[in-house]
């Protein structure tokens, strides 16, 4: 009865140091590309009057050199009512981190002869939209425009 229960021991013993030997020789699982870094930004503040800088802090997902931004009127689709002189360069990073600040406009300057062309931005809410080199844009950030205390 002892010879046999030594056996089994002997037996499960390396039954278990074989299977691990076996577990570790295993290729690992195949594991799929990870996804893309999804770009994203958020604005700070997010209200206050014309005028106001706001800046723009985010990552594009990936090296990139320059972001393109707009107010506009609606969170999705492209609706500008006011695009910068120029576009903002960026130093590349390899995540494409960023952090742009700009004056809040006064007036729409989208479209020469536009309904926004030189139109005042009242007190409201407005969208920021922001693109990196083009690329799909990135969810809007609203900026609501507040009357200047007098």
Known sequence: MRVRRAAAAVVAVLALS???TAAEAAPPPFVPHPPPIASTFKIHPSSGPVGTKVTMTG?????????LYVVQLSEVGFDPIWV???WAPLKPTPLGVFSV???FPA???FGIGG????????PGTYYVSASCNG???MPAQPFTVVARAR
């Open 18 to 20: 074989l299977g691990a």
């Open 59 to 67: 990552l594009c997902g990936s090296a990139t050199a320059a972001l």
């Open 84 to 86: 910068p002189p120029e």
């Open 101 to 103: 600040s700009f004056k």
């Open 107 to 109: 007036t729409g300057n």
């Open 115 to 122: 309904p926004w062309n030189g139109k005042p931005l009242t």
């Open 135 to 137: 690329a799909p844009a």
